[in-house]
């Protein structure tokens, strides 16, 4: 026997089979010693953003005419034209959630609303490496509640939105006296962290299974929090400059009437994080209540939410569209600013680097229908180009995009929510 050729002892052994032998029943990390090379996936995308309308879309003016390669957009998506080759549209593809408006946060978290949400899952996997992990944006609403969300944690908790535009530019770059009150705020709230932990471990003993379960939740999130403060704190003197040419918004357009203003400054504000490597996980939630537009000189008969329940009436169904159209453009100019922008890391653009969903949680607002949810992604690399119809009596269900879209990320993700597989063969 040669005693120059080495055998590594982990050949031919599997990672089961390795932790069998340790007899310790842990999860390790992917070790590349144990890679399977035939099947490595570099990430095709490195960002991840999502924007969704609380009061849905009409379907009828979103999805094309013919299933196949897109070759005309109709009403609502004719904006999106020039994007036709890098972008995919689905319909038939829900979560087989419950109908209301109460289960519109179904769109980011599956069978059940307000379960941990995609694009925290995303956060949690790639945005750690970023001063914020993930950005909760909201247009329309005036001041945000926790009534609506898009987000929420792993504990199920909705994550708060910012709505101002100035709050968020001086969120991504903060001026000396902003991070000086930053780092003394962190410090404070941390030592309130530790008390409080202090004050719970001491009832903890009297406490039911039941409660204790939620104890051990509030733990939970509480390590998280204490996670970000301390991330922040590393950070927090450091000098964030805003790229060459940005400045900051000198009005905060939170009327919910001027919803559309507030989208663009919001939308400009995200490519700047994008492009800073300041977030690689944004939401944006487009609100609906009773605000009156005007579009094209042109004032709307009805309020947003009252044309969202048009019973079929054209007209409110054309003003409806035409507020949705008006989204789009919104959108349009989002992606051409990320498609004209220099990536931070791979030497493409931002829209190449950048997965974009375009979705909602409600499939037609007038009657409170969960069911068909519109879905078009643009960007981050994917196979585009075509318009997906689904079957709803198949079993191929939204949940099987996002778990595509995950590996797309560089995720090894197989199951979402109520999934039944994954789109891989449409879109990677």
Same mark, same amino acid.
């Given at each position: 026997?040669?005693?120059n050729i080495?055998i590594?002892p ?6 089961r ?6 007899g310790a029943?842990?999860? !390790?990390?992917?070790?590349e010693?144990?890679?399977?090379k ?8 490195r960002? =991840? ?5 609380y ?6 003016s =979103? ?10 957009l ?8 020039? =994007?036709?080759s890098?972008? #995919?549209? =689905? ?5 087989? +959630?419950?109908?209301g ?6 769109y980011?978290?599956g069978?059940?609303?307000g379960?941990?949400?995609l694009d925290?899952?995303?956060?949690a996997?790639?945005?750690q490496?970023?001063?914020?992990? #993930?950005l909760?944006? /909201? ?17 199920g908790?909705s %994550? ?11 969120k ?5 006296s902003?991070?000086?009150?930053a780092e &003394?705020l962190?410090?404070?709230?941390? $030592?309130?962290l ?7 471990q001491? /009832? ?17 999130? /509480?390590?998280?929090?204490?996670k970000?403060?301390?991330k922040? %704190?590393?950070?927090?003197n450091?000098?964030?400059? +805003?790229?060459?040419? +940005?400045?900051?918004?000198d $009005? ?5 009437s001027?919803?559309?203003? +507030? ?20 939401? !944006? ?7 009156v537009?005007s ?6 008969? $009805?309020? &947003?939410?009252?044309l969202s ?13 035409? /507020?949705?159209?008006a989204?789009m453009?919104?959108?349009a100019?989002? %992606?051409?600013?990320?498609? #004209? ?9 931002l829209l190449?680097?950048t997965? *974009? ?8 607002a #007038?009657?409170?229908d969960?069911?068909d949810l519109?879905t078009? *992604?643009?960007g ?6 075509? &318009?997906?119809k689904f ?7 939204l949940?099987? !995009? ?9 995720m ?17």
């Amino acid at each position: 026997m040669n005693k120059n050729i080495y055998i590594s002892p982990f050949k031919g052994i599997d990672r089961r089979q390795f932790l069998k032998g340790l007899g310790a029943a842990i999860a !390790l990390p992917n070790l590349e010693t144990f890679a399977d090379k035939k099947n490595e996936k570099v990430a095709g995308a490195r960002n =991840f953003v999502a924007m969704g309308t609380y009061l849905g879309w009409h379907r009828e003016s =979103f999805y094309p005419k013919t299933e196949g390669a897109i070759k005309e957009l109709p009403t609502t998506t004719k904006p999106l034209e020039k =994007f036709a080759s890098k972008m #995919s549209i =689905f319909s038939g593809l829900d979560h087989r +959630a419950p109908n209301g408006h109460n289960a519109w946060a179904n769109y980011m978290c599956g069978r059940k609303p307000g379960a941990y949400s995609l694009d925290q899952m995303i956060a949690a996997e790639i945005g750690q490496e970023s001063r914020f992990s #993930s950005l909760q944006l /909201i247009a329309g609403s005036g001041e945000p509640s926790a009534i609506k969300a898009i987000s929420f944690s792993k504990n199920g908790t909705s %994550l708060p939105m910012i709505a101002r535009p100035t709050v968020l530019y001086r969120k991504l770059f903060p001026t000396a006296s902003d991070r000086k009150r930053a780092e &003394y705020l962190l410090s404070t709230g941390t $030592s309130v962290l530790d008390d409080v932990l202090v004050m719970t471990q001491t /009832i903890q003993k009297d406490l039911s299974s039941k409660d204790k379960e939620k104890l051990s939740e509030y733990y939970d999130a /509480i390590r998280t929090v204490e996670k970000d403060m301390a991330k922040h %704190l590393k950070n927090v003197n450091v000098e964030i400059k +805003a790229p060459s040419g +940005a400045t900051a918004p000198d $009005s905060d357009p939170i009327s919910p009437s001027l919803q559309i203003e +507030a989208s663009n400054m919001l939308y400009d504000l995200l490519v700047l994080a994008l492009q800073s490597d300041s977030t690689r996980v944004a939401t !944006l939630l487009l609100d609906g209540l009773g605000q009156v537009f005007s579009l094209d000189g042109r004032k709307l008969g $009805s309020g &947003y939410h009252g044309l969202s329940h048009h019973g079929n009436d054209p007209n409110m169904i054309r003003d409806l569209v035409s /507020i949705e159209k008006a989204h789009m453009a919104c959108l349009a100019r989002f %992606l051409e600013k990320l498609e #004209s922008t220099q990536g931070s890391v791979t030497g493409k653009n931002l829209l190449d680097e950048t997965i *974009v969903v375009a979705g909602t949680g409600m499939g037609n607002a #007038s009657v409170h229908d969960n069911k068909d949810l519109p879905t078009l *992604v643009v960007g981050g690399g994917l196979k585009h180009g075509k &318009y997906h119809k689904f079957d709803r009596k198949g079993n191929v269900l939204l949940g099987n !995009l996002y778990v595509s879209l995950q590996n797309q990320l560089g995720m090894n993700s197989t199951q979402f929510s109520n999934s039944t597989g994954n789109l891989n063969e449409v879109v990677l």
